[in-house]
């Protein structure tokens, strides 16, 4: 529950891959523990930018390269899935949640903008979870 409540909250505020490991951190070793994952957030990506940015036009024109942009984007995508999945299932509950999500899911493909799905879904909820 701390867990989603974490999530919940990185959600709330910019940057929530940050917000969301720092809370994590916090909870396992206090303030160290947010120093620290909030470092190994910013870490990897800072020393792979550092060590390849000079080498960025030789790289780039790699076939090797693309290939392996597009097998860590699969990967990623699938990570996202599976971590989406996780949170429905802790807090989409019964039969009614899982309804609002399918339309909610069927509104966005639609193309229906976001801020009207958020607002029926208020109001659905507000009428099928009295």
């Known amino acids: 529950q701390e867990f989603l409540d974490g999530l919940a909250m990185g959600q709330l505020t910019p940057g929530p891959v940050i917000i969301t490991a720092t809370f994590a951190g916090y909870k396992v070793a206090g303030m160290a523990g947010a120093l620290a994952a909030t470092a ?44 989406l999945w996780q949170v429905m299932q802790a807090t989409v509950g019964d039969w009614r949640g899982w309804l609002l999500a399918g339309l909610a899911l069927a509104a966005l493909r639609a193309r229906i903008p976001p801020l009207w799905v958020v607002i029926v879904g208020i109001l659905a909820s507000a009428i099928l979870f009295r």
């Open 40 to 83: 190994g957030v910013f870490l990897p990506s800072w020393l792979l930018l550092a060590l390849l940015a000079p080498q960025f036009e030789r790289l780039r024109g790699l076939v090797i390269v693309h290939r392996m942009v597009r097998g860590l984007l699969a990967a990623f995508v699938a990570m996202l899935v599976y971590v």
